[in-house]
């Protein structure tokens, strides 16, 4: 995690150039004319916050991802921060032994969790013991 000043300048190249321009102009205009560049993560997302506000309310806090938008890649540092919850962006402080690496959300790719029993994974899985059986009355 790297962080700067708050509110240091904000530049065109940190949006992605002229390619963020095309890609979501409304965007890139807002954070250039608005924005205080905060800090970037070890995913390359880039967090800004408003650099003026009106009659004491909060500054606006907003992230650009580097590509494609993937909400589920903004780790625990930096969700406290966005979400108010802190002032700043908690430390970096390492992973701990038993802590997995962060993951973003798979659904809808193909790295997604398929059960034994998806049509993709075949479609057939082993019986288990405790599989269905119908009721019948006694007669």
């Not at 321009?21 to 905060?38: D, S």
């Not at 402080?93 to 034994?116: D, E, F, I, M, V």
């Amino acid at each position: 995690m790297s962080t700067s000043p708050p509110h240091s300048k904000v530049t065109l190249a940190q949006l992605g150039g002229i390619k963020g321009l095309m890609r979501n102009p409304g965007l890139v205009l807002m954070t250039l004319r608005k924005g205080g560049y905060i800090g970037t993560d070890s995913l390359d997302n880039h967090y800004y916050e408003q650099r003026k506000t009106l009659n004491g309310a909060r500054p606006r806090r907003w992230v650009v991802y580097p590509g494609i938008a993937e909400p589920s890649s903004i780790g625990p540092e930096w969700h406290s921060w966005l979400h108010y919850m802190s002032d700043a962006p908690l430390p970096d402080t390492g992973r701990k032994a038993w802590q997995k690496p962060h993951l973003p959300n798979r659904t809808g790719t193909p790295g997604s969790y398929r059960p034994a029993g998806h049509d993709y994974e075949g479609g057939n899985r082993a019986h288990a013991s405790a599989d269905y059986q119908s009721w019948t009355p006694d007669l």
